[in-house]
């Protein structure tokens, strides 16, 4: 919302200085955006009389001007290269030390081709007034008389431009009434009293009828519609005080009726339109549009209209989206004669709906969504009359007024009391009611049992909380106590929740083994979502951003993969990438989950990836998706060595390549292994490609840690290794060979790992493989003899035997 000050004044008896009226607009919820002053900019500026010329002695294109900047002062000697510079002329000069905004230079005393020039006559460019730069300003002749003032007190551009910005809920101050109103109950000064307007002759010539067409659920789209017709205008240009006010605010002057309109929309809040009469044909109609309808804007562009919007139309069809934009058509120029004005309240949730459909955001839309005052639609059409009749002549008609205004008479309750109890700021009564009164509201009874009449202008009061922010608003909120938030003792507990510590800690592991974080889309393809075991209909959007995009994500691997197909699209085929975030399994809260997952492409291993003069890096395999997944488990406080591992994966995963982490039958860890190719090739991913993915949600609470450091647990003896090689069937996984040999002594034995496999040969026919494992025994207090040795790898021959019926190999 833009305005100048001299606007403001109109209608607020004020004398407080510019920085004042910023500082209690922002405080009072008006923020200024931004103050335009012309004062410091063209200040120093002067009208001046050029009274004698002679050419320049060094340089042909130059002239040496005797100045007078001042009645009864020295001339002053200016050099000037001008062409338009003569004797008598009245143009604007610039002292030295003046900064010229149009050429970016602060004026020194320099000499011009050997003639110091004291100063300079300007240009309407060099003054940023308008493009022209061809020669110096000419001002009017008889501005001679005013030599010496200041060129922006002479030509009334003292006036600066405050631009304010609103809140949805001021449709009051859309207008620079509204704002004066609570500037004067801010006590900035006194609003002055609604003008009064000259006698209106109506007559009954030239009515055009006016005629609502709404069904009962419809009628709140346009409730009440307004017109009156003036006949014998004459069009033209709008006076320059209207045209400066309209172009301070960045409006471009157009024609006597247009700029009238636009003057009541600014001033009051309260939008109008007119219209040629001569080119209506028929009735006036407000309605709902009809399918295949279109009109011409203002714009010069068609606009496509469907049932839901509010139009105004004749019999020939739509001339206007009513509350947005009129149409070309139908528009006055300077040939109108006779003109219909259009004084209506449109819907403000319809208004905003329309405007979206169509992308057209006009002054008119910003009101009307907002809420025009509902009163305000008779004594607009009347100011808007009065306007036209003296600046454009002609005869008024009757008022021609359609249906009934949506005014509402809210009465709220309130205890004067409240405002304490709510706002914590102790204010007299009396200056409460003189604060709601300031601002339009009435006041009976008692203040302990007070009736408040709302003002038709405020949609936004509803309630006693509403009137107390009134009044704490105008008080000031520099006025409510400063008091201290309660403080304990000691150090801050920690805010963090676990699960958010272990966020935390898998972003930092992960970022530490070299992946690279990615923060992808919670909406996936419906397809893709299918793929990974969503798509349902629980988790599809209502209203999705695209077709691109409907579904809730059942896991992050589909938007890893899509930025792994990105990335290789872009030349970088090597990716590691990882994501912690939710996913959704369905529509209930437990159906969410947090997931850590990583996927790595090419030759993203963990030592590195590309090539190298040492030789070229492997790809990757399930073995670095496993090492990910046991890093991050044992990050989080869960010792994956003793999780199950099973080959239950889901099917995005390779069957024989991948494999899942389980506490139980029930709780799923994680996932890890390569990726179908199926899946690879459904997503346009290149392999290989591997992943894991680590279920925080489902992980065991963390067990408290003691504060006592544990004490250190290191032998001074020497370990001792045992290879054994079992024969077992080809469906034995290793891992339960290790875990029966871990188990076998969990004192002396410290790792088991599996140092060879071996198939085919004489084992093929029978369906067997040798596994081969590495046993380190530690001896704890002292060294162990080999009848200690040997009865340990017994036991795990033993053990093996039991679990996998394996024998041993010869």
């Keep these: 919302m ?26 009072i919820g008006l923020e200024v955006e931004h103050i335009e002053d012309p004062a410091k900019a063209l200040g120093a500026f002067k009208v001046a009389r050029i009274v004698e010329a002679k050419k320049h002695p060094n340089a042909d294109k130059l002239q040496v001007v005797q100045v007078e900047v001042a009645k009864g002062k020295p001339l002053m000697e200016v050099v000037c290269g001008a062409p338009n510079a003569r004797v008598g002329l009245v143009s604007v000069f610039a002292p030295l030390g003046t900064y010229i905004p149009g050429s970016k230079i602060t004026l020194e005393k320099k000499p011009v081709r050997g003639v110091v020039s004291n100063g300079m006559m300007c240009s309407a460019a060099e003054l940023e007034l308008s493009d022209e730069s061809a020669g110096i300003l000419e001002l009017p002749e008889d501005w001679a008389d005013r030599v ?49 307007l000259g006698p209106i002759k109506e007559t009954g010539d030239g009515l055009i009828p006016v005629k609502l067409e709404f069904t009962p659920e419809t009628a709140s789209a346009c409730p009440v519609f307004a017109a009156r017709t003036v006949r014998g205008v004459k069009n033209g240009p709008s006076p320059d005080w209207l045209q400066q006010r309209l172009k301070a605010v960045g409006l471009r002057p157009i024609n006597a009726l247009v700029d009238v309109t636009n003057y009541i929309s600014l001033d009051r ?26 009109f011409l804007g203002l714009d010069d562009k068609d606009h496509a209209i469907d049932p839901t919007m509010c139009v105004i139309a004749d019999d020939t069809g739509p001339l206007g989206l009513g509350g947005i934009m009129g149409g070309e058509t139908t528009g006055s120029t300077e040939a109108t004669t006779t003109v219909l004005i259009e004084s209506a309240y449109f819907d403000p949730v319809r208004t905003a709906a329309t405007g979206r459909k169509v992308g057209l955001q006009t002054d008119a839309r910003y009101r009307f969504e907002r809420g025009v005052d509902p009163a305000s639609v008779k004594p607009g059409l009347d100011l808007a009359t009065d306007m036209i009749l003296k600046l454009c002549g002609g005869e008024a008609s009757k008022a021609t007024i359609a249906g009934k205004e949506p005014i509402e008479n809210r009465v709220i309750a309130f205890d004067f009391a409240r405002v304490e109890k709510l706002a914590g700021l102790k204010i007299d009564d009396a200056e409460i009611a003189t604060i709601l009164k300031a601002l339009g509201f009435t006041i009976e009874d008692k203040p302990n049992a007070a009736k408040i009449g709302v003002p038709s202008w405020r949609p936004d009061i509803h309630g ?10 105008i008080a000031g909120l520099d006025r409510v106590p400063a008091t201290a938030l309660p403080r304990g003792h000691g150090i801050a507990q920690a805010v963090l929740t676990p699960t958010q510590k272990r966020v935390r800690r898998a972003r930092r592991l992960l970022a530490s083994r070299g992946c690279v974080e990615a923060v992808t889309w919670s909406f996936i393809p419906k397809a893709e979502a299918e793929r990974f075991g969503g798509g349902s209909d629980a988790v599809e959007l209502a ?8 579904s809730m994500r059942p896991g992050l691997l589909p938007g890893l993969l899509a930025s792994v197909t990105r990335n290789r699209n872009r030349g970088i085929a090597d990716v590691a990438l990882f994501e912690v975030g939710q996913a959704y399994r369905g529509d209930r ?78 709780t799923v860890l994680a996932h890890f ?27 065991p609470a963390e067990k408290k840690k003691s504060r006592a450091k544990a004490r250190l647990a290191a032998s001074d003896l020497l370990p001792v290794t045992r290879d054994i090689a079992f024969v077992v069937g080809k469906d034995v996984p290793a891992g339960d060979i290790i875990k029966a040999a871990t188990n076998a002594d969990k004192d002396l034995i410290r790792a088991v790992t599996v140092f060879d496999v071996f198939e085919g040969g004489n084992l093929a026919a029978e369906g067997k493989k040798s596994i081969g494992i590495e046993i380190t025994i530690q001896p704890l207090a002292e060294t162990l003899t080999d009848q200690a040795i040997e009865a340990v790898t017994q036991k795990v021959i033993a053990d093996v035997k039991k679990v996998t019926g394996g024998e041993l190999r010869t």
């Design 2 to 27: 833009k305005f100048t000050l001299s606007w403001l004044k109109d209608h607020l008896e004020t004398t407080a200085t510019l920085e004042q009226i910023e500082t209690t607009l922002s405080a």
């Design 148 to 196: 010496g003032e200041s060129y922006i007190d002479a030509a009334g551009l003292n006036d600066p431009v405050i631009e304010v910005k609103l809140t949805p809920n001021r449709p009051d101050c859309t207008g620079v009434r509204g704002i004066a109103r609570d500037l004067a109950a801010a006590g900035l000064g006194t609003l002055k009293p609604e003008p009064k």
């Design 269 to 294: 809040g309260r939008p109008l339109h007119v219209y040629d009469a001569d080119k209506l044909k028929g009735t006036i109609h407000a309605r709902l549009g009809k399918a295949g309808e279109s």
């Design 464 to 473: 006693p909380a509403d009137l107390v922010e009134e009044v704490v608003r």
């Design 543 to 550: 209203n999705p951003i695209s077709t691109e995009m409907s």
């Design 589 to 666: 809260p437990e159906d969410q989950y947090l997931s850590a997952t990583v996927v790595r492409s090419g030759t993203a291993a963990l030592d590195g990836a590309g090539r190298h003069w040492a030789g070229a890096s492997a790809d990757v395999s399930l073995f670095d998706a496993k090492a990910d997944a046991y890093a991050l488990l044992a990050a989080l406080g869960v010792d994956p060595s003793k999780a199950q591992v099973t080959r239950d994966c889901p099917p995005w995963y390779h069957p024989g390549r991948s494999a899942t982490l389980r506490l139980g039958p029930k």
């Design 673 to 699: 292994g390569e990726l179908h190719p199926a899946t690879l090739k459904a997503l346009d991913v290149e392999a290989p490609a591997v992943a894991c993915e680590v279920f925080i949600d489902a992980l």
